[in-house]
């Protein structure tokens, strides 16, 4: 049977699982387990900044139904476009401890560069144009 796969540019929605915090430099703090988050916790999170501003969620991928889709190669464009523009490196030994590791569409997709480039995706929004 096919695993689904988890998205983690995801929007803060019941449901969605929290799996890291922004700092202020916009790197990704990770948690060390994923958390679910309720309406209670996107009510708050929805009285300051953006929630997905300060926060990293995952929730499932949904395919063909996102804009980022890729349908000639079944793939998530939003990686592709994350690692050729950042072109950023690091080896299996150093990658961030990351929670939704297993299941990450960007990992099976394109394994540690997308690690190593996940950070960006809200660094550098402009240039994501997404
Ligand atoms: S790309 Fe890597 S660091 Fe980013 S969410 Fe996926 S597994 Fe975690």
């Known amino acids: 049977m096919k695993t689904s796969l988890s998205c ?4 803060a929605k019941n449901g969605a699982e929290l799996f ?11 948690l060390s387990e994923s958390i679910k988050i309720d309406d209670d916790f996107v009510d708050e999170a929805n009285k300051g ?3 997905e501003e300060r926060f990293r969620f995952a929730g499932k991928c949904i395919e ?9 190669t079944k ?3 939003l990686t592709q ?9 690091i080896s299996l030994e150093n990658l961030p401890n990351c929670p939704i590791r ?6 099976a997709q394109e394994q540690e560069l997308a690690c190593a480039n996940c950070s960006e995706v809200f660094r550098n929004k402009e240039a994501m144009s997404f």
């Open 8 to 11: 983690p540019s995801y929007i």
């Open 81 to 89: 476009k994350l690692v050729r523009t950042f072109n950023k490196s």
């Open 102 to 107: 297993q299941k990450c569409r960007w990992f």
């Open 64 to 72: 063909k139904g996102c804009k980022q889709w890729v349908s000639e």
């Open 20 to 30: 890291g915090i922004i700092n202020s430099d916009g790197q990704v703090h990770y």
């Open 75 to 77: 793939e998530c464009g």
């Open 49 to 51: 900044r953006k929630p």
